[in-house]
């Protein structure tokens, strides 16, 4: 693309080629990086061959479009133009610039309008701008082009060989470095570009006049503050200063240019989005050779602005953190670890514990306790510990002397260069108070239960009192208590017991019956629980201080009260707390209390039916023992009635029986037959009556007998009687039939008697029966042994039989059978001593037999 | 009541007029010639037996060789008679048959608890007497038979 023109006119020479080309070195040495490198050399170029505009076009990190990197222009105008080039250079494949790209050989443009807008895209804007010349080089390193140098005038010139060979010469510095750079490196392609392209991005290099313009901004302001260097060019930084830096910026550009070099503090620009962003400038002033004035400004911008934002990040949150302490809801504060000084409190402590704020720096932590845990707080303090610990629940003192329960976490810290703790405080006080109180609650009840038990095993009514009373001080947890019942008419205790604890063990022995005139009165009138704190009772008009008593009874301190009620609801007693051993009677001690006195209503009403039970026992035992002695008294007295009349009645009679046969042996001559008869009457019924007394006396002595129980072979026994009788009638023909082996278990006398009456009878009633026949036999039913005695006699009417057994009840007369009727009667009376009994079966001249059992017991 | 000589006294200890005259008939009727002394309670009785009272300074030939005791007595009741006649030297040995109306066991126990020899169903029954008697070796050692007895 050489061309040539006649038009052209001498080109302005711009100083020394070779101190350039040093220089140019000198800066890409000190630079190491291509946009530097291009800045210098765009810059050194326009200097030394007066050109009005000189372009170094890169590479984009895209790897496809060519971009601007580095510019600069002779005034301002022109920065225009440069913009218009960067519209130009995303066209791919078109332009003069990416024709030199690809050939990577210069070009030199004598006439700009002799190219059309194909060739030359910017051929308007150079033509608006009055640029006539241009020439490109690339700069190419390893066989690539890394950048194209694109150099305009608004002279005409001509081709220049020498000006292209120093410009070649420049760039080929600038690869030369860049590939040496790359080899060393070793660097692979992408990363190489990358570099080469955007390496420095955090800079941003740029060139100012004097009055601050931009002249030539390196692309990396692209990327930190979002405009291209295009944007920039003729502007001046300090239209995108933050306002507040804007005025020192300026001073320091005046500084600069009066010749102070300087590292320029930090500044806030305002980037393309709006948002700023802060950046750190070295600057200095490039002076004329020759008048040592300072032409423009050369400024190196870094972008801080992160260090910025972490030390303003540090700084906000030591704030936020502050604020935290500070505000913070829960107490804390900050201890010397030595001292013990509280260092710092915040206003949650303040609050909580009512020291005001220069109070509360005055205080150590030991201040805020009760004495009693300071020694457990030194124990604490001054031991080894973890840095951040839990030390649990202590107790704190408030400014008002109120005890608060505080949860305890602190950690290790240093405050103002001391060893300190940061400690952060919790009232757990509610929480822990309604844990006791449900611990106590469940005590309470299992307290109540063991009280039910101990309660109702109570044997009498004053122990049940007293382990209702002392119940009630276990379950409410108070320090004194008194259980009463009272008289439903006039409120008079008539049983009391009380319980109290060792704190009013001096009262122990006080023992004064309340007169029904107390406040506790009302509860057995409203039958209903009352509890009040002392002030209220105190201040009811139904408080009488005990009246009379006032001086020996133990003073109360709070009261709680619920009636003993009957099962009908009537009132007898009350069950009464005072003192709480732990703050006032709540509405659970209530609920308590009444459940208590319920329990203790209930045993008091079995106590009073158990009571009446006994006393009912007692009386029926004594009433028992009075009749027993009352029957022994009247036994006595038959028995001595009975001796007497075994021994006075006959008398008498042996006098009348005795006299009267005196009478027949010592004068028989001087009576006749008749006279004789009646002697013999007189002395028979003096007999008769011998007979029934000595039967009656023995009736008697069945009774009184006592039983000596043992095997009784009654068979032998039957056999024993039979042979008595044989011997007193031996003209008697009877046959007799005597079952073997009949054993029976009783008294051998009594039972004796029983076969001589019964087999007795037998004889007497077969006495008139010919053929006679007495059977004695046993029969076994169901385990139980009946004995018979069976005759074929007289026999009797069945009719009769209930009378058979009563004493001197006969069923035949005396002249046909003779006896006193006191046999059977005897017969069934010690059967029936021997639990067993006796029956008849009979038909008149039949026979008859008569039945006994013993029984297993004996009576 | 005769007191021939080296007649043996018996002491009949009975309070009922009729029992003694009825005694003494059965007595008679039974030949026996023995010299009965009649004590009509229990004190005359021990103060007859220990020459005592009214009876100090007997004729010691007076001393009774047997003695028929009722044990219903007034004042002193023959149980308690007996007790002391046991329990005094003098008549520990002295042969005791013991009078009764009724057969209290109690009585009898008692009785014999205390040293009665024997027992004989009042008025003096006089088989239950000889009976008596002879168990005690005593019929012919203590009992005078009169000469005409049958």
Known sequence: MSASDDTSTPHPTGGDPLSFLLDIAQRVEDHQQLGPALSALVEGLAGLQAWDVAEAWVLESDGQTIVAGACWVRDADLAAFVSDGAVAGYQPDRGIVRSVWASQQPAWLADLSALDERDFLRHRAAERHGLRSAALVPVVAGGRTLAVLALFSRARRDRDADAVRVARAATSQVAWLLDRRIQDRHLDETTERFELVSGNARDIVSVHDRDGRYLWVSGSCREILGYGPEDLLGRTPAELMHPDDRDRALDVIRELLAGNDRRLPRYRYRRKDGNYVWLETAARAVRDRSTGEATRLVASSRDVDEHVRDRQALEDSRRRFLRLFADNPLPMWVYDTETLAILEVNGAAVAQYGYPRDVFLRKTILDIRPADDREALLGLVRRERPALQHAGVWRHVRADGAVMEMEIDSHATTFDGRPARLLVARDVGARRRLERDRERRSAQLAALAGASLAIHAAGELDEVLQRVTDAAREVIGAHQAIASLSDSATGVHTRYRVSLSERYAAYRDYDSRPDGTGIYRLVAEQGRPMRMTQAEVAAHPAYRGFGADAGSHPPLRGWLAAPLLGTSGEVLGAVQVSDREEGDFSADDEAMLVQLAQVASVAIENMGLLTQVRDQARELERRVEARTAELRAVNRELEGFTYSVSHDLRTPLRAIDGFGSALLEDYPDRLDDRGRHYLTRVRGAAQQMGALIDDMLALSRVGRHALQPRDVDLSALAREVVGQLRETEPGREVEVEIQHGLAGRGDPTLLRLVLQNLIGNAWKFTSKTAGARIEVRGDEAAGDMTYTVLDNGAGFDMRYVGKLFRPFQRLHGADEYPGTGVGLANVQRIVQRHGGRVWAEGEIGEGAAFHFTLGEGIV | ?150
């Open chain 2, 1 to 150: 009541m005769s007191r021939g000589d080296g007649s043996k006294v018996i002491l009949l200890v009975e309070d009922n007029p009729d029992d003694v005259e009825l005694t003494l008939r059965a007595f008679h009727k039974a030949n026996l010639a023995n010299d009965v002394r009649v004590a009509r309670d229990g004190e005359e009785a021990l103060d007859y037996l220990f020459a005592r009272g009214p009876h100090q300074g007997r004729d010691p030939d007076s001393d009774p060789h047997l003695v028929l005791l009722d044990l219903k007595l007034p004042k002193v009741d023959g149980l308690e008679v007996l007790r002391q006649l046991r329990g005094d030297e003098r008549t520990r040995g002295l042969p005791v048959v013991v009078l009764t109306s009724s057969q209290e066991e109690r009585d009898v126990v008692e009785s014999y608890r205390l040293g009665a020899n024997s027992y004989v169903r009042k008025p003096v029954d006089f088989h239950e007497f000889t009976e008596a008697t002879n168990q005690l070796g005593l019929y012919w050692l203590v009992l005078n038979v009169a000469p005409g007895g049958r």
